[in-house]
């Protein structure tokens, strides 16, 4: 569960950085309550504060104000205890070591976060088997194509088995066919383990696909947290 109140966050408290001459509010949001296994889409324009939210959600950055709780815990306080349980992609950075393998890589995640050999080798078998990875997996990370790094990405991030998914475009350059095959295993994920999901992405095909909500966010702040189906009445 997901929980936000009064969440203030200001990048211009230590920067100065300025607009229109006021100090610059990065991160507004009165409140929000995202269940266990609700599936979110963050939406809005670049600089509307979604990833200054989602650093916020994983401990990155340390709110001005407010309160915030991510399975419980204070996330800047209980970092290193809360990523075990969290899944990020970042679509614009890779997250994997460049000169090791998908396998070197997978294993060294592992011992990480300190997950049971058993259940993580079994995910990751199901995962390679049914992404295809098979023929690449003792390839270098830097030696991929960006459609087989991404899958390599997509495994990184569940592998551990983890309550949440938060993943901040992960979509960005995929072919059709590598984008269908991972949006069907997220699907599949969160279907089996009942995980929340947490995702930005430009496509609305995408968020329709995985998402049943969507928070709009403009100008560092929440201006609409609803469902797509009620998003899209209201449009019209």
Not at 11 to 40: A, F, Q
Not at 92 to 108: A, G, H, Q, Y
Request: with cysteine; aromatic share 8%.
């Amino acid at each position: 569960m997901i929980v936000i109140e009064d969440l203030y966050y200001n990048y211009g408290r230590k920067n100065k950085k300025k607009l229109n001459g006021n100090v610059h509010s990065e991160l507004s949001i009165r409140n929000i309550l995202i269940e266990n296994g609700e599936r979110v889409a963050l939406v809005g324009l670049n600089g509307s504060g979604k990833s200054t939210l989602i650093k916020t959600l994983i401990g990155i950055l340390k709110p001005n104000q407010g309160k915030l709780y991510v399975n419980g815990m204070i996330p800047y306080s209980n970092r290193v205890k809360l990523v075990k349980d969290i899944g990020v992609i970042w679509g614009n950075r890779s997250t994997l070591w460049s000169d090791l393998t998908p396998v070197e890589n997978l294993d060294i995640l592992r011992k990480i976060y300190k997950s049971d050999k058993k259940k993580y080798n079994e995910i990751v078998k199901e995962c390679v088997t049914n992404l295809g990875c098979d023929s690449f997996m003792n390839r270098q990370i830097r030696r991929l194509s960006l459609g087989q790094r991404m899958k390599i990405e997509f495994i990184a991030s569940i592998a551990h088995n983890p309550k949440i998914l938060i993943y901040d475009e992960p979509f960005l350059g995929l072919d059709f066919l590598s984008k269908r095959d991972i949006l069907m295993h997220i699907d599949k994920y969160l279907n089996t383990y009942n995980s929340t999901l947490l995702l930005t992405a430009h496509d609305i095909d995408d968020i329709s696909y995985l998402c049943k909500k969507v928070a709009l966010l403009n100008k560092g702040s929440l201006v609409a947290y609803e469902t797509i189906e009620t998003l899209i009445d209201f449009s019209h």
